[in-house]
């Protein structure tokens, strides 16, 4: 059974950094891209990024709002995505959530909050 | 970027009638848009995508169609379990992939 698992969330405040963790079981991970979403309060899905597999160079591709302030990365021999996210602001608050591909998202994650408040 | 500007933002329907919810792009996507739903609390669901394609496990009475700019999701005979909020998200033309403001559908 595919499942994905996202953790490292919490209250920051403005300005530091947190690191996401997104753990996967139930698939070969090395075949697949993986995908990062967020969801602020009360509002609609935001597309954050996804990383590409090794077999199509591991290219990674970023909304404009978050560009040069979060990373994704994955590691294939532990099956784990990250999303490393610095310089966090305010509007950056809301549940986190990576999924299995990169341009349709079959498989979620349970989803993990981030507060980003002083 | 391609915006998606879905409607109504919330349709009220009675259990077993039939709810019709549209997605608008601002330029032509083809045949790339995906439909899912979402409850509270929980993370969002693949129902259909390539349009009209029903995603592993998805019920008939959910179906999907249109192209180019304009998108229907229609679900026939709504159970309880169907009052959620949809998402349409195109793929299109990206980065970055982008979803509609979601409809809501509600008991009526």
């Known amino acids: 059974e595919v499942q994905l698992v996202e953790s490292g969330g919490g209250l920051v405040q403005p300005g530091r950094s947190l690191r996401l963790s997104c753990t996967t079981v139930g698939f070969t991970f090395g075949d697949y891209a993986m995908s990062w979403f967020r969801q602020a309060p009360g509002k609609g899905l935001e597309w954050v990024g996804f990383i590409r597999n090794k077999a199509y160079g591991g290219t990674i591709e970023y909304a404009a709002s978050v560009k040069g302030r979060f990373t994704i990365s994955r590691d294939d021999s532990k099956n784990i995505a990250y999303l490393q996210m610095n310089r966090l602001k305010a509007e950056d608050t809301g549940v986190y959530y990576c999924?299995?591909?990169?341009?349709?998202?079959?498989?979620w994650g349970q989803g993990t909050l981030v507060t980003v408040s002083s | 970027e391609i915006l998606m500007t879905q409607s109504p933002a919330t349709l009220s329907v009675s259990p077993g009638e039939r709810a019709t919810l549209s997605c608008r792009a601002s330029q032509s996507v083809a045949g790339s848009i995906a439909w899912y739903q979402q409850k509270p609390g929980q993370a969002p669901r693949l129902l259909i995508y390539s349009a009209s394609t029903r995603a592993t496990g998805i019920p008939a009475r959910f179906s999907g169609s249109g192209s180019g700019t304009e998108f229907t999701l229609t679900i026939t005979g709504l159970e309880s379990e169907d009052f959620a909020v949809y998402y349409c998200q195109q793929y299109n033309n990206w980065p970055p992939l982008t979803f509609g403001g979601g409809t809501k559908v509600e008991i009526k």
């Open positions: 999924s299995r591909d990169e341009l349709i998202s079959s498989y």
